[in-house]
């Protein structure tokens, strides 16, 4: 009775469903070995953030105004008669955003190592123009009544989350007068300790006589930037316009307003934003401290050098797909034993779902040395090349192990498919799960199931191969 129970096809598919769902345990090491080296890769990319620069948020330019404000405030005995009245004072500033800011720029990619793992920077070259409205100091508001003000010397600040990337020192003039940059931006509360910590450039010479004369600040700011893969820039202008190009052929635009017009080809990409304050809480959040190097309250436009292929999510969609493919190659060995009335061992049916298994760490282990379509072509080669071979032999005969490697070379060309296609990886995927059951349902239509499930030995050849 074991004995016919050993040789019916029912018993064969229970142990072909249990060697699957065994093989899904190695599959599933592998997907922890894909996340470990992911996240290796991402701490590998923090410490070159620590130690070179991350990525930025630019907040650039504004006047920063210190001013002190004055006032008296009257003296009360404890009948509550006035008996004098003391001075006091405040030290405080007041911010001017500019009426119009342009910015052009590039951002041109460099790759940084940490061990094996490379590390996407950039150097953003910008150009700024704009211009500073006229400044009337009796507009600064004030915080007591009938206080007086007294402005101080302005100067223009320029916010940068990682001052580590500022390649040289910013070329800037200002109403005619070239300005030098000094560290830090002084006068600044804690609420505004991420903006304290950019560097700031007083005004001299005609660019402070322009303002003394309350005319208006046109001005020219030379900037170069190195930064992590992101680049932030906040709109604070009155009407702020930008315009990126890259080599890059695989950005990411984000943040809070999205490019207007914007073009990638496979040699770069270009870029255009266009930004009113009437739509923008920048210079409200700025005010108030809101944001910060660390932040993401801060409203933004975001660019960023996107990986084109990111070899641990790849290698991780693919492994997802490995449960299916083990199934898949199994189901393909056991129609040739079904029709060719072969024997197949439980342990060959093992050792077949093992080299698939084995393609996907053959894969990852690839990818971190070559590109990944090249990793992918060399795993799937070695592993079709395997099975050709084997199965050459366990099939008895070289073209039915050629048409079984065939079919698995085909799953392999199906999942690259997958992986390169990801807006379609569910339909595709989908496809090919219905085209191969259509497959075994058509090819096996006409297959009297009881029949097979009462053959015995001496009915299948049982030579060995």
């Known amino acids: 009775m074991f004995k016919n129970l050993r040789n019916s096809v029912l018993f064969k598919i229970g142990v072909l469903v249990l060697l699957t769902l065994l093989l899904c345990i190695p599959l599933a090491e592998i997907g922890s070995l894909i996340n470990e080296r992911g996240g ?3 701490e590998a990319a ?6 070179y620069a991350g990525p ?3 907040v650039a330019p ?3 105004v210190p001013y002190t404000e004055r006032w008296s405030e009257e003296q009360r005995n404890s009948a509550g008669n006035v008996t004098g009245t003391v001075g006091k004072t405040k030290a405080l500033t007041h911010m001017v955003f500019p009426e119009t800011l342009r910015i052009e720029g590039t951002m041109a990619p460099q ?4 061990g094996i793992f490379n590390v996407l920077f950039y150097t953003f070259n910008a150009g700024m123009e704009g211009r500073f409205a006229a400044f009337d100091p009796a507009s600064i508001p004030r915080s007591e009544t009938g206080s007086t003000i007294e402005a101080g010397t302005p100067y223009l600040a320029l916010g940068v989350s990682d001052l580590r990337g500022l390649d040289g020192s910013p070329a800037l003039t200002l109403a005619g007068e070239r300005l030098r940059f000094m560290q830090r931006v002084p006068g600044l509360g804690k609420k505004d300790a991420w903006l304290a910590g950019g560097i700031h450039a007083p005004l001299a010479g005609g660019a402070l006589k322009a303002w003394s004369a309350r005319e208006a600040l046109p001005f020219t700011l030379k900037l170069g930037l190195v930064g992590q893969e992101t680049l932030s820039i906040a709109p604070i202008a009155d009407d702020t316009t930008a315009h990126i190009t890259s080599p890059w052929a695989a950005p990411s635009f984000g943040g809070r307003f999205l490019a207007s017009e914007r073009s990638v080809t496979p040699q770069g990409f270009d870029a255009q934003w266009r930004v009113s304050s009437l739509v923008s809480a920048a210079r409200e959040q700025v005010r108030s401290g809101v944001g910060g190097p660390q932040g993401n309250a801060l409203e ?10 990111n070899v641990y999510a790849m290698s991780t969609r693919a492994v997802k797909y ?3 493919f083990v199934g898949l190659v199994l189901m393909a060995g056991f129609m ?3 029709f060719r009335k072969l024997r197949l061992h439980p342990v060959q049916y093992g050792l077949v779902g093992l080299s698939i298994a084995l393609f996907f760490l053959l894969l990852l282990a690839l990818s971190e040395k070559l590109l990944f379509w090249q990793a992918y072509s060399v795993a799937a080669t070695a592993s079709v090349s395997l099975l050709a071979v084997y199965f050459s032999s366990v099939l008895g005969g070289w073209r039915r192990g050629a048409s079984f490697a065939a079919f698995v070379a085909l799953l392999y060309g199906a999942l690259y498919g997958l992986l390169a296609s990801e807006s379609n990886a569910l339909l595709l995927g989908a496809l090919l799960v219905f085209g191969m059951l259509a497959i075994l349902m058509l090819a096996t239509r006409k297959v009297d199931w009881y029949a097979l499930s009462n053959a015995t030995t001496g009915q299948l050849d049982t030579s060995t191969p």
């Open 300 to 309: 933004t436009f975001d660019v960023t050098l996107a990986e084109p292929l």
């Open 62 to 64: 504004l006047l920063i």
């Open 46 to 51: 923090e410490e070159l953030g620590q130690t």
């Open 56 to 58: 930025q948020t630019l």
């Open 336 to 338: 040739f034993e079904l």
């Open 40 to 42: 290796s890769r991402r």
């Open 322 to 324: 490995g449960a299916l």
């Open 111 to 114: 790759q940084r190592y940490r």
